[in-house]
């Protein structure tokens, strides 16, 4: 039997932690730490000897998972000024280019034999001669390469779920860019990525009801949904991504996910199909019937959006309202693409947990695990 969406396991949670067993919201909650304590320990395990051989080629980051969005993460925050090109590898193969000029950046989120391929794909890059960095756990397999490279290892404690453990990840390589002489994210921003973190934690978590708490809200929209995510921008078109992929983990939920001008001429045809809002699906179907499923359009908008995307965006919203599409929307705040990015993952990451537990199930528990 399919679970049932009750709205008042929101709620429930302030008197109830029983219902986030697993404690997915505390692993959300933790992000302000992990940026503050990922910045030091790579500040602390020698990332600064990449300045030596001056700034890569490139940078190519291999892993998969939680690991290869923290390339993504990357990429986003040094965006389209980027002076060298920044790529992810999530394959875990590296191109044939790749050589002595690169920077090749491995990172392992686990130490079992998921992490296997990322550690070939290290040794590769070592017998290439690449120049080299390991993010991963404590003794976990990319220490020992790393130490017969003479590479930095940064060793960042994962105390849960890995795709809960994102900034422990990603901060240690925004760290070894700005070493490395590409582009430096000023110390005061990782604060300020912190600071958001905690903001939104504040607005998001548990104790705040729901017609106060903006992830709640979010979650009750998304009930009985297929929810389109869409973002205009290289930081809201990630936390879209991100935002779907963590959908699926943790609720169990399909969503798909976008970046202008492409979903203008695909996912937008959508809106009058057979899960748009007009009209029932046969003449058998009620429109309200409970459980039915119906698109909702979620726009993730950036004030740092071009104007042209911003112009496809609204057009998207007008023609959805016009079919009976409900939308909802979340905007990025702050000044740095890294804090805006945080807050809106912060955001949509609670969102996915309470639409988790408001169908009864758990986000730490995945048993469907190809591989």
Known sequence: ??????????????????????????????????????????????????????????????????????????AAVLGNG?????????????????????????????????????????????RRGC?????????GPLAELAERARAPY???????????MLWSLAVPLLTAAGHAGVTAVPGEVYEAAAARLEEVAHRCGPAVETFENPAKTLAVDLASALPMVWGGSDVAALAARRFASQLAANARCPA????????????????????????PRSIFDDPVEEGAVRLRLVLLRDDQEPAETARDLAEAEQRAREHGVPVSEAAAEGGHPMERLAGLIALTDYATVYLAVAYGVEPLTNTLVVR
């Not at 090749?104 to 391929?117: F, K, L, N």
């Not at 120049?131 to 003794?139: Q, S, T, Y």
């Not at 940064?154 to 809960?164: F, Q, T």
């Not at 492409?262 to 809106?271: E, K, M, R």
């Open 154 to 164: 940064v060793a960042v404690p994962l105390a849960g779920e890995p795709r809960a």
């Open 82 to 126: 980027c002076p060298i090109p920044v790529l992810t590898a999530r394959d875990q193969r590296l191109p044939g280019w790749v050589g002595g000029y690169d920077l090749v950046v491995a990172v392992a989120a686990t130490s079992g034999h998921e992490a296997e391929p990322t550690v070939r794909a290290a040794g590769e890059a070592v």
């Open 1 to 74: 039997m399919a679970p049932e969406f009750e709205e008042h396991r929101l709620d429930d949670l302030a008197t109830d932690p029983g219902l986030d067993p697993g404690g997915a919201l505390r692993q959300v909650a933790s992000a302000a730490a992990q940026v503050r304590s990922a910045r030091s320990i790579a500040l602390e395990s020698g990332t600064d000897r990449l300045a030596d051989e001056g700034r890569p080629r490139s940078i190519v980051v291999v892993g998969s998972g939680a690991a290869a969005l923290a390339g993504d993460v990357l």
């Open 131 to 139: 120049r080299f960095l390991a993010v991963g756990v404590p003794d």
């Open 256 to 279: 798909l996910s976008g970046r202008p001008p492409g979903i203008v001429h695909d996912q937008i045809a959508t809106l009058d199909g057979p899960l748009g809002g007009t009209g």
